[in-house]
């Protein structure tokens, strides 16, 4: 089959560039034809460490946050934040660390069952594929031009508990006019699931105007979120965010709301103000992937960076930093964004990350395609970020 043809070939180009000694945590460099956008990204993790545009004065700001000290996002200690990387081999949470192929609720049909890793809430769940997902391995640097750079990644079958070798590729594009585009496509070999996302970690004002997020703007197509359990575990349920917090059909502040959800009435009792996962489909569609033109945007009235984005994947993951800052173990900032001595604070900060529906492997009735990929059916991930001044 014309899929697997492409697995064998992406397994041969792994090949022939495998023998280059990179150093994992050295960023290289790409820079849009136009010079309107740099960024900095390594092979660990395929992560972006570092993304520069223009303000409205027309000088750059570095709005992703990260670690100037790259050994430190080697770090699997508490408070590992997943600074920019790609999170897989199934992104965000597993139920129980368990699922069925082919799928049922909760594990408990007549399927095979498998076991993942356990890594949150003191092992009774997954997080972003595991213990050693894939932010946390050296990817394979192919591929590296001024403006656009790719990795795979090679995730042998049994990893973390996972079914089937999988073999994932990004590639990274910065286009004129301040446009970012990432693509990401992998190939199993048996039968798993696979969902991936980026986790970048926003501030549109690299720090310099404010320290929170009141001045930061955003707008998402989305309708309604995926009810959770107390434990950002989604129920099966999904809910409308009319009359939320959650609701950012119109624009808002995104630092205005986040007190209205302090309750932890729409993220879990045991972990609020975080996240929201946000459904971009129309209702009851099943088989069109979502075509608005953003998907989501996001401003900040200070520094005039806005940011729009259009993806083919049907729901976002909202996280506002909640839990960035910790006593025991406080995160230096970037000297670009302020640090060392300033250290990253909570609810200063946006993760967006576009996936499918959370733990859709353990929810059969949510209204998506299916989340299991093989031999027959390769995964693909495509998102357009286009930065522009107010
Ligand atoms: C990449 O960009 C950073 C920031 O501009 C710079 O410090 C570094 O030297 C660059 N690396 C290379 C290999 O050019
Ligand atoms: C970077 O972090 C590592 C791990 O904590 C540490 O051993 C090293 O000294 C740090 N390097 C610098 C230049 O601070
Ligand atoms: C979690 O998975 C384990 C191992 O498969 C199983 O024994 C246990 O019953 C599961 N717990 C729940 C709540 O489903
Ligand atoms: C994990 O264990 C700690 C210490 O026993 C406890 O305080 C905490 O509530 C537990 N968390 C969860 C989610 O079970």
């Known amino acids: ?90 992104a965000n949470r597993i139920r129980n660390g368990t699922f069925t192929i082919p799928i049922s609720k909760d594990a408990s049909g007549p399927g095979k069952k498998f076991q993942i890793v356990e890594n949150e809430n003191n092992g009774t769940d997954t997080l972003h594929g595991g213990l050693v997902g894939y932010d946390q391995r050296p990817w394979n640097l192919d591929a590296h031009t ?37 693509s990401m496509v992998a190939f199993a070999d048996e039968l798993t699931p696979i969902m991936l996302s980026c986790h970048h970690y926003w501030n549109l004002e690299a720090y310099q105007e404010t320290q929170d997020l009141v001045g930061h703007f955003a707008q998402f197509e989305a309708s309604k979120y995926v009810g959770t359990n107390g434990l950002l575990i989604p129920t099966g349920e999904l809910l409308s965010v009319e009359g939320t917090p959650l609701d950012f059909r119109t624009a808002k502040s995104i630092g205005d709301a986040i007190p209205g959800t302090a309750e932890g009435q729409f993220c879990g009792t045991g972990s609020s103000n975080t996240a929201a996962a946000l459904d971009l489909t129309t209702a009851g569609s099943t088989t069109t992937p979502p075509s608005r033109s953003p998907s989501f945007s996001m401003w900040s009235v200070n520094s ?26 406080p995160i230096p900032r970037k000297v670009d964004q302020g640090g060392p001595e300033q250290v990253y604070t909570d609810h200063s900060c ?41």
């Open 350 to 390: 946006v993760v967006i990350e576009q996936e499918s529906y959370i733990d859709g492997i353990n929810n059969p009735e949510f209204p998506i395609r299916p989340q299991i990929f093989g031999p027959l059916r390769p995964y693909t991930w495509d998102s357009t970020y286009v930065f522009s001044i107010l």
């Open 1 to 90: 089959m014309a899929s697997k043809a492409v697995f064998v070939l992406a397994a041969l180009v792994l090949n022939a560039y495998g023998a280059s000694a990179v150093d994992p945590l050295v960023s290289v460099n790409i820079t849009a034809p136009d010079g309107s956008a740099k960024a900095s990204i390594m092979p660990f993790g395929a992560t972006t460490t570092n993304f520069w545009v223009k303000d409205k004065d027309g000088n750059f700001r570095d709005i992703i946050l990260g670690f100037d000290n790259h050994s430190l996002y080697q770090s699997q200690a508490d408070g590992h934040p997943y600074f920019g990387p790609v999170v897989g081999r199934y």
């Open 146 to 182: 001024a403006n656009s750079v790719t990795f795979t990644l090679v995730d042998p079958n049994g990893d973390q508990g996972f079914p089937g070798t999988v073999v994932t590729t990004i590639t990274y594009t910065l286009e004129a006019k301040a446009t970012w585009k990432i």
């Open 304 to 329: 005039g960076i806005k940011l729009e984005v259009t993806t083919d994947q049907v729901a976002l993951q909202v996280y506002s930093c909640n839990g960035v800052d910790s006593p025991t173990l």
